[in-house]
């Protein structure tokens, strides 16, 4: 009987212990699932924030057949493009100096890391004055000859300014993941390598890059979804419509203009669904591609 009694006195006891979940649930549900079934349900509707008609699937077909939507989607893929383009093949290598040192390896990291932890309006406003005429970077391409450009009044520097910035910002981030990748592989392997003759470049070819693929797919695929999700740097230099002629002016910077800027809550969710798939799609193939890598 004590036995029983003393099981049934700690079951409930241990109902207790559920009531420190309620705060993270109720977080959970009205932060988080809430929202997201809201603008599910939104974006079937046109709607101002008071008043609601509904539209069914006509704010998809705008916002597929809207040409600032289009060209937002293009600024979005080629920032992203070139930022990895760039940053992939650099960050290995600077991962490799790193890796290959004795001294002051978490001194460097630190180093490299601090961009990518940098908030990211502070970062955007920085570079307002890298980028600007008789800026820093300006200055530094000046020694090699190279003329002044106005970065940012110009759509295809502009972008390339983003870009700039884009890598300066997630540089870091990648090093560091390469490091933890080459920090994995067993020196057996570069000691057997050494015995049998091979020269450092058939090492890097046939034993480091096979296994750094892992880190090369996340890479590439946790960039894109990042990238697609880019926002407030591009803000902070081009501003709400993206300047210059919206050159700057990405998928969520689309859905912020439609959303608070011109109250088109239903077009601005239904913009949100579309890059809440292409995110999903980029996901999976996260998913995919790391599942055959193990």
């Not at 916002?63 to 960050?91: H, W």
């Not at 067993?186 to 450092?200: F, K, Q, V």
């Not at 693929?213 to 407030?232: S, Y």
Request: hydrophobic residues 50%; charged residues 10%.
């Amino acid at each position: 009987m004590r036995t029983k009694k003393h099981k049934s006195g700690l079951q409930k006891r241990q109902w207790v212990w559920y009531l420190f979940l309620l705060p993270s649930l109720f977080g959970i549900v009205f932060c988080m699932a809430y929202p997201i079934v809201e603008a599910l349900r939104l974006s079937f509707f046109k709607s101002n924030g008071t008043l609601e008609v509904w539209k069914g699937v006509d704010n998809y077909k705008y916002v597929f057949s809207n040409s600032v939507f289009r060209k937002a989607i293009f600024n979005t893929f080629f920032i992203t493009f070139f930022q990895l383009l760039f940053v992939i093949p650099v960050g290995f290598v600077i991962a490799l100096a790193i890796n290959s040192l004795k001294r002051c390896k978490n001194l460097l990291k630190i180093l490299f890391f601090i961009p990518y932890v940098t908030p990211a309006i502070a970062a955007g406003t920085l570079f307002l004055f890298v980028l600007h005429p008789q800026g820093i970077l300006n200055q530094l391409t000046g020694f090699f000859g190279a003329p002044a450009i106005s970065w940012l009044e110009n759509g295809i520097s502009a972008r390339f300014g983003a870009v700039i910035l884009s890598v300066w910002k997630s540089l870091g981030f990648n090093i560091i993941i390469y490091l933890a990748y080459l920090q994995a592989i067993s020196p057996e392997y570069y000691e057997a390598a050494a015995i049998d003759g091979c020269s450092p470049m058939q090492m890097h070819r046939y034993i480091t890059i096979p296994h750094m693929k892992g880190a090369f797919a996340f890479l590439i695929t946790m960039g894109w979804i990042q990238g697609l999700q880019r926002f407030t740097e591009v803000y902070a230099l081009g501003g709400p419509t993206g300047s210059p002629a919206r050159a700057l002016h990405t998928i969520v910077g689309f859905i912020y203009e439609r959303g608070f800027g011109n109250y088109e809550f239903g077009v601005a969710a239904a913009a949100s669904y579309i890059l809440f798939a292409i995110i999903m799609i980029f996901t999976l193939l996260n998913l995919k591609i790391t599942k055959m890598d193990q």
